[in-house]
């Protein structure tokens, strides 16, 4: 298998510079932050290359995601029964972390203030289970949906959650 490789270019297609193993996974153009993974292990990275912080989970990630100017940064993988859901701030301090069940749908708002987490594989056959979850992580609220949802979506300010059946049918909370 071939190794994966972070490339970044500039304007004319020239590499500016390359790290070996790592792939990216999301960015802030404004913030000018880069996420990226390997293996266990998340990297913030700022346009030039420099790491500003680099941190190993106890889980193989699935998903990670920035909030808007990094300000938050969302790592989920599975759990085999431990906690696999973290949330690190800005310098990499680990704000909260929790076990949240194995095959869910995370997202996390814009502005960090809510995450959502969706699970129906570990749940029920014919409904999701979702949860809201605020900027510590404690649960806001927690809502049963008849249908198998295959995405989720927050708005910008974490005000409104979208999310998507696989029965065809969109709800809008």
């Given at each position: 298998m071939e190794e994966q490789r972070l490339m970044v270019y500039d304007c004319a297609g020239n590499i500016k510079w390359e790290m070996e193993g790592l792939a990216l996974c999301d960015m802030d153009e404004a913030a000018g932050l880069l996420l990226a993974l390997k293996g266990q292990e998340v990297y913030l990275l700022d346009f030039s290359g420099t790491v500003l912080w680099a941190r190993k989970t106890p889980v193989d990630i699935l998903k990670a995601q920035l909030s808007r100017k990094g300000e938050k940064v969302l790592v989920y993988g599975q759990s085999g029964g431990?906690?696999?859901?973290?949330?690190?701030?800005?310098?990499?301090?680990?704000?909260?972390?929790?076990?949240?069940?194995?095959?869910?749908?995370?997202?996390?708002?814009?502005?960090?203030?809510?995450?959502?987490?969706?699970?129906?594989?570990?749940?029920?056959?014919?409904?999701?289970?979702?949860?809201?979850?605020?900027?510590?992580?404690?649960?806001?609220?927690?809502?049963?949906?008849?249908?198998?949802?295959?995405?989720?979506?927050?708005?910008?300010?974490?005000?409104?959650?979208?999310?998507?059946?696989?029965?065809?049918?969109?709800y809008i909370l």
């Open positions: 431990n906690d696999n859901l973290f949330c690190y701030n800005l310098k990499g301090d680990l704000s909260w972390q929790q076990r949240i069940p194995d095959n869910s749908l995370v997202d996390i708002s814009a502005t960090g203030a809510r995450t959502v987490v969706a699970s129906w594989q570990q749940y029920s056959e014919d409904y999701t289970q979702v949860q809201l979850l605020d900027s510590r992580g404690e649960k806001e609220r927690e809502l049963e949906i008849a249908s198998r949802v295959e995405k989720v979506a927050l708005s910008r300010d974490g005000s409104t959650l979208a999310l998507a059946g696989g029965d065809g049918n969109i």
